[in-house]
Structure formats: structure tokens, C-alpha cells
């Protein structure tokens, strides 16, 4: 195993534990972003750049604004 | 170390599913549940890797070169886009039980009131 | 916002605590047991799966793609792509259901308002920055969907990137703007020529080819971008059913935000 997916995994543990014991929900979709980002690169470190791809795409920037809107409008 | 990816991956599903059962916010655990998710996609990719392997992708390297599994990562691929449409329902069902019930907190949803 | 009064613990109900010790006797068995059977497997980096080094060996020559997971995605396993394309079309379906109730409000609520409306300040220079940064998202979108079996990317990706595009446009601060962007009825037809596309290019697999979802068009040479036959067509029809599926979505939460925030602002004045 190399530097570079030890460092991703543990930050991957790092971000998953960061992201769920962020309470307040608005936070925690900034951390959630975070955290897809991750494990984009911890999918870089596997070889799998068409993953990575689309984690970032999807987990870093499509669910947190997904979860910023419904909060929202949670918030009348 | 050579055991590392799993126990991150079983690391990440538990403090998920701890997440959910402790959660008192229904976005919260909706966001906990993507994480549990996630430990699907480390599991899958790690099986897949293999050390001094490129990235199955031949647009400039030689065909024979020795390529990572390519089937785990399009099942990953998939999981990933459809997780995120999955994780946008559940954020609608969200919704509209704070339009009726005018709380997200799991232990004030009380499965006899109306 | 009006909270209840505080959660009774019904008879024979467990407290937070009492909660929280029982997850973790059973978190610990849990994790126990897949380390466990996780232990069984090879060790890591120590194992190839035969099947996807079979792929990586064949598909170069079979398909002329020269990105394996794209050909696994859209060729040998396009059958679990069409599942997996119905997932998706599934949930945007009742997400839109689920919130109509919400939408028949909206209608003509906000259309008979000033067209320029927003309710957010939008700075200048956050305008400025993602009205230049829309066109190179759409660009990039068409990109990584038109080279998925080339190099890394393909309809999945694309497709959630030119939906982004639609946020961008709303950060922008022109709600105006983003209505006229997202005609919702050319997108529930985009979304649904891509779903029915893909079905459609799978029975010409079996018209011509003798199986669904054969390969049945020229393969031409690999690297280029028009070769492999069937796979960047099919890409392109996720693409935009993924893109016309979360361009709906967004816009099925953010219309409601709108609309709520407009009878805040109507109840305050």
C-alpha cells in the first residue's frame, strides 16, 4: 500500500466521522462536501478515475446543494 | 496494513449506522445514511486494486499494461449517481413531513398521530 | 418555529441513553462480524478478479473503447446500466409527486410577479463569476459525455455536471433567468427521449445484432472519438436522462423555496 491511500484512507474515516457527528444540519452539508471530495481522491488513489469523477461531482457539489435547499425550506 | 481499506470501510459503515440511531434531526439522518452508503464504494474498490496496476483506461498506454478491475469500479460508478438521486427522495419525504407534522426530530414523529 | 412540547417516552420506550448503550453493544457485534468476514478475503492488492481482467484484455479489441469501465458500463453489463437508469428515473418521478401538493400553490404566485425577483443580495462579483463560469460547465458536460469511451467520464458524469450548470445560474441571483434556462417541459422530454433511448438502442441490438443491447453498429478504430457503435450513443442517452433528471430535481426544491420564502416576506410586510 502506498503513502498516498493510507493518508486518503484515514482522512476518509477522518471526514465520514466529521460528517456525522456535525449536528446541525447545515454544517453538516458543508462537511458532508468535504468529505465527498475524500473520497474522490482516495478513488484517485485506486485507480479509478471514472469514480472519482462522479463522487466529486455528485457527494461534493449535487448533494450538498440538494441538502442546503431542502433545509431551507425546512426553516419556516 | 495490508488489512487497512476494510476496517476503514466497516469503520465508516458503523459510525454511519451510529449516526441514524442517534440522530435527532431526519436530514441528519438522511446525510448519516449516504455515509453508510459510502463505505459500499471503499469496500467495492479496494477488492478491485491492485498494487503497481494503472487505471483501466488504454487511451495512452500500452494495451497490454496490467490494468486495475474494471467491472467493481462501474458498479461503484452507478452506485454513486444513483445514491444521489435515492438520497433526493428521501430529502422529499423530508419535506413534506415538516409541511404536516411541523418537526423533523424522530422522537416527536409519533406513528399514531395523524 | 413552534416547537411541540417536549417528546413523551411512551411506556416501554427506550431513552436516549438507554438507545445509545444498546446501538453500541450491538455496533460492536456488528463491526466484529464484518471484520470478520472481511478477514476471509485476500488480503488487499493481493487478488485480481479473472472477469475484469479478461475485459481489460478483450475490450480494447472487441469494442474499440478505450475506457474498460465505459464499455463494462455501457456494453458487457448494459443491461444492470438500463436497471440502474430506471432507479433514477423511479425516484425523480415520486420526488416530483411528493412535492406537488407545493406546486399547484406556485402556480401563478410567481409568474405574475416583476421579473427580475429574487430574494437573496447577490454580489457583483459572485454574478459576474458564475454567469462566465455557466458556459464552460455546460462545455464541460458535452465533453466528458461525448469522450466517455475514450477517457475518464461518459452520461453519468456529464450529465450531473450540466445539471450543476442550472445551480450555477441560480447562485447568480437571476430566478428569471433560470426559468427561461430550464423550459421544464423540454427537460422531462429530454429526460424521458434518454430513457427511451436507451431502450430503444438495446432493441436494435436485438433487431440486428440478435441480442438486447447488442453492440450492432461499426466499432471503427480505437482512440477515435466516432468508433465503439453503440456505446457513446447510449452514454449520450444517460447523459440526458441524468441531466434532465437532476435539473429536476433541483428545480422541483428550489421552486418550493421560493414560493415559501415569498409568503414569509408577503406575511412580514
Known amino acids: 500500500m502506498i503513502a498516498v491511500q493510507v493518508v486518503a484512507l484515514l482522512l476518509v474515516a477522518l471526514g465520514a466521522t466529521a460528517t456525522v457527528m456535525a449536528r446541525d444540519p447545515v454544517r453538516q452539508a458543508v462537511v458532508a462536501s468535504l468529505y465527498g471530495l475524500t473520497l474522490g481522491v482516495l478513488f484517485f488513489a485506486f485507480q479509478a478515475p471514472d469514480v472519482a469523477l462522479s463522487n466529486i461531482v455528485i457527494g461534493a457539489v449535487a448533494l450538498p446543494a440538494m441538502i442546503m435547499l431542502a433545509i431551507a425550506k425546512t426553516r419556516n | ?114 | 418555529m413552534a416547537r411541540q412540547a417536549p417528546p413523551r417516552r411512551r411506556p416501554g420506550e427506550l431513552s436516549f441513553a438507554g438507545r445509545r448503550r444498546l446501538f453500541v453493544v450491538g455496533a460492536v457485534g456488528l463491526a466484529g462480524l464484518l471484520l470478520w468476514g472481511l478477514a476471509g478475503l485476500p488480503d488487499f492488492s493481493t487478488f485480481t478478479p479473472v472477469y475484469g481482467q479478461v475485459l481489460n484484455r478483450v475490450a480494447v479489441e472487441e469494442r474499440s473503447t478505450t475506457d474498460v469501465v465505459t464499455a463494462v458500463n455501457f456494453d458487457y453489463r448494459g443491461f444492470d446500466t438500463l436497471g440502474e437508469e430506471f432507479i433514477l428515473f423511479a425516484a425523480v418521478l415520486v420526488l416530483g409527486l411528493l412535492l406537488r401538493a407545493l406546486a399547484e400553490e406556485r402556480r401563478g404566485k410567481i409568474d405574475d410577479d416583476a421579473p427580475r425577483r429574487h430574494p437573496g443580495k447577490t454580489s457583483d462579483a459572485v454574478r459576474l463569476t458564475t454567469v462566465a463560469l455557466v458556459g464552460p460547465t455546460v462545455l464541460l458536460a458535452i465533453y466528458i459525455t461525448a469522450h466517455g469511451h475514450l477517457t475518464p467520464g461518459g452520461g453519468f458524469q456529464g450529465g450531473v455536471i450540466a445539471a450543476t450548470a442550472l445551480l450555477l445560474v441560480y447562485l447568480g441571483g437571476d430566478y428569471a433567468a433560470m426559468r427561461r434556462v430550464r423550459p421544464l417541459t423540454l427537460v422531462t422530454t429530454a429526460k424521458a427521449a434518454g430513457a427511451g433511448g436507451f431502450v430503444l438502442i438495446g432493441l436494435g441490438g436485438l433487431i440486428f445484432a440478435g441480442a438486447f443491447l447488442q453492440n450492432f453498429l461499426p466499432l471503427g478504430q480505437p482512440g477515435h472519438l466516432v468508433a465503439a457503435g453503440t456505446i457513446p450513443l447510449l452514454s449520450l442517452a444517460v447523459g440526458l436522462e441524468v441531466a434532465g433528471g437532476f435539473v429536476l430535481l433541483l428545480s422541483e426544491l428550489l421552486d418550493q423555496l421560493l414560493v415559501l420564502r415569498r409568503r414569509r416576506e408577503r406575511r412580514s410586510q
Open chain 2, 1 to 114: 496494513m495490508s488489512f487497512l481499506p476494510y476496517v476503514v470501510a466497516v469503520w465508516v459503515c458503523v459510525i454511519g449506522l451510529y449516526g441514524i440511531v442517534t440522530s435527532r434531526h431526519l436530514i441528519h439522518a438522511i446525510i448519516c445514511l449516504s455515509v453508510v452508503q459510502s463505505s459500499t464504494y471503499v469496500l467495492l474498490l479496494a477488492i478491485g486494486y491492485r498494487k503497481g496496476y494503472a487505471a483501466p483506461i488504454f487511451i495512452d498506454i500500452p494495451r497490454s499494461t496490467k490494468a486495475v478491475d474494471p467491472v467493481v469500479q462501474a458498479l461503484t460508478l452507478t452506485d454513486v449517481v444513483v445514491g444521489g438521486a435515492v438520497t433526493a427522495l428521501l430529502l422529499a419525504i423530508a419535506v413534506q413531513l415538516d409541511k404536516h407534522l411541523g418537526t423533523l426530530d424522530p422522537d416527536e414523529l409519533d406513528p399514531l398521530r395523524d
